[in-house]
């Protein structure tokens, strides 16, 4: 076999632990150098493909990958940027460009780091490969806060988010507990993950399987959202604890699909704020209670000071297998974790074709929710419980997380400028 | 001497560590049995006392105060109340009460842990008592995230929510800095601190002292905010590095005292939301950068999983003191910590008057701020520095804080109930 360049892309929005997928391609693919030449990555991503902006990793010895292993955030830049129809005018150009950069630059492999968008690439990319007769193998590495990628039982990224989210609702629960008094308390937490509902269901770990533990209510996109049935549930809690907690997934819709928006008080309605927002406003201003609303945004998906272990060990192992898939020549493939067995939790890592799933999305089953739509059922927790477990100790310097700083080495263009 | 009974009460908003006070004051004032016999708590802070509504904690054993010394949260429920003045009816007819169930339950010492109002109803309670010739000494306990409280160099509280809040800073920053772009990102973390920037500030020990690193700027209620000159500083930075992270402190005011609010899309000015959503929108619509933003909530002064050490030893501290100073007789006093020396570290607890710091408020010096009222000088962050130093492992079950159920005992009433 030739041996050729790899080169590694971050797509979409970053996690906590797509710096370990990272330190583990890399990691990999040094081990391999009669395959494997050089391990580039790319500077923000498919963009930093296009505009020839590379780096060049071998500056980072064995201490810089450990330390980028436990480093939220994506090292080398990501993007969101969808890739235009191959068969437009456009597309072809766009296509031609990421083709002349890896010729340029001898790469036969691409693994790229992404969601279901990115699976769409992978496979895209596969297709104008072999139609161009370019020897390129492409893999996909699944990386998602959402845990919204068909084909995997879990997505790298997600169990994180989830053990972060899990834990803020726990202790903000235990705060507001403290502070519940006569005219009622309300406390409501937004959390991220698009059209689905798991982030959201992760925070119903906190209170294991009591009811009268926060969260008391959940409200997931899937369920449909019913503002009379959910402010008579806010009520019925806070009259028997004195406090109501509420977990809101960015995503909620009403049943007819219309999205919460924040109510301006002059009645008419007006994007103003997110759904925790409207939602802690409802509250107040049809239920009366006093509320607090936390919207954790991207706290919730860097935390690497309090990182999911069995996230972080998903995270590598996808990382590691992409390389060897692109070895094996599975062309098009991703690595997809597989659930093996409970208590205790096994797992392995499987191949699934990308092409077959991308742009899919994989929503909460219905046996994962409630039949009054408002809170998940103990299904969800047990299948999100093993995806939190274990701590990962981190360095500190000065109290803080110490994520150290890592040199990053451009490579020399090639090619003239690209004319974005 | 004679023997009495203590009673403990947690006042106003909780924190992180206020539990850990309360462990100390009980764990100490057992070590004096001969002369402090139950110690009891008030639920819900003082309007527990009115109701009568006290707990028993000699059914929480060593291992369950070891618990408690490590729960986030007031176990005994707070409240915010202000005692109504003393002179008025309403304010003779409330201290009468107290005295009352005082007697009833043999109360000689009370210990009241809240923040600068509760250091006012330490001073007035020692007053009514001697002026009712009843045998009470009445000592404060400072906490609060806020860290306002005069006559103390910190207040236990403040150093864990400000190392949550510059841990946030720190790994919220590489999120956004991996998914910075060509047409500019901002990110807007809200944080609280009512009309100081204490808290604010420390999210600056997130950049060390390197310019280009987040936070970028970090608004305090104390500089005075001017819009032009902010927004020109945001797009300096968004310009030179991609992106721009900004603290802003949710009491931050205009030159003329303004407030900060939403301003709605009519043109009006709205109270729709806090600061920190002003302010990502007013970048929006003036620069056009997209934008997030995160409020942390309750979540900053909640995260149990992520103490600052020297926190919780100075919470436990002057939880220990309080209990010496009411043997001592010091009455209307509080514990403060007093700075001795830095690097390394080194600090005291004496001994302040409660009355003659009630009501005020400490702010940032001048000294702290940088003269365009933009972000906090160096001074600011070897203040703050050693506060947030440490780590507190936690015991963990599942993934989570395991901060255990505990069972709190209530003491039989002894008088008829109150009509507030």
């Keep these: 076999m030739a041996r050729s360049n790899l080169l590694y892309a971050h797509s979409g929005g970053v996690t906590a632990v ?29 963009l930093g493909v296009l505009a020839e902006d590379l780096i060049e990793t071998a500056a980072l010895d064995e201490a810089a990958l450990q330390r980028l ?18 068969a437009t005018a456009d597309g072809r150009r766009v296509m031609d460009r990421l083709f002349e950069v890896f010729a340029a630059h001898d790469i036969g492999h691409f693994i790229y ?31 998602t806060v959402d845990n919204d990628i068909v084909g995997t039982d879990c997505c790298p990224g997600f169990g994180s988010a989830a053990k972060y989210l899990a834990t803020s609702m726990l202790e903000a629960g235990l705060d507001i507990r403290s502070m ?14 698009r059209n689905t509902g798991w982030l959201a ?16 209510i959940v409200l997931v996109p899937e369920a449909g959202f019913d503002e009379e049935v959910f402010l008579a549930e806010v009520r ?13 997934a960015e995503g909620i819709r009403r049943a007819d699909g219309s999205p919460i928006v924040e109510k301006s008080r002059e009645g008419g309605y007006v994007q103003l704020g997110g759904a925790g927002s409207a939602i802690a406003r409802m509250i107040h201003e049809r239920l009366g209670y006093k509320f607090h609303w936390a919207i954790p945004d991207y706290l919730q998906r860097a935390g690497g000071h309090w990182l999911s272990a069995v996230d972080r060990e998903q995270a590598l192992a996808v990382g590691r297998a992409a390389v060897e898939m692109a070895l094996d020549g599975r062309n098009g493939c991703f690595p997809a974790i597989r659930r093996l067995g409970e208590a205790p939790y096994r797992w392995e890592v499987g191949t699934e074709d990308a092409a077959a799933i991308a742009n899919l999305e994989r929503t909460l089953p219905v046996a994962f929710m409630r039949t009054d739509g408002l809170h998940v059922t103990a ?6 419980r093993p995806l939190i477990e274990g701590e990962v100790p981190q360095p500190t310097a000065g109290g803080l997380p110490d994520y150290g700083a890592l040199a990053l080495q451009p490579v020399a263009r090639r090619l003239p400028p690209w004319q974005a």
Excluded: W
Excluded at 115 to 134: E, F, H, T, W
Excluded at 180 to 187: K, N
């Design 201 to 216: 269901a992760a925070t119903a770990l906190a209170a294991g399987g009591d009811a009268d533990a926060p969260p008391h």
């Design 236 to 248: 019925r809690v806070t009259e028997r604890l004195g406090y109501c907690t509420i977990t809101v």
């Design 113 to 143: 780091n992404g969601g279901n968008g990115s699976m769409d690439v992978v496979g895209r990319l596969r297709d104008a490969a072999q139609q161009r007769g370019y020897p390129l193998v492409c893999i996909g590495a699944p990386k």
């Design 18 to 46: 797509i710096n370990a997928t990272a330190s583990a391609v890399i990691g990999a693919a040094r081990a391999h150098p009669e395959r494997i030449g050089k391990v580039l990555a790319a500077h923000r991503g498919i």
């Design 379 to 384: 299904a969800a927790r047990d299948y999100i």
């Design 180 to 193: 519940a008094g006569s005219r009622g308390s309300v406390f409501v937490m937004e959390v991220m993950g």
């Design 69 to 86: 292993s436990l480093r939220p955030g994506g090292v080398f830049g990501s993007c969101r940027f969808d890739l235009p129809q191959t």
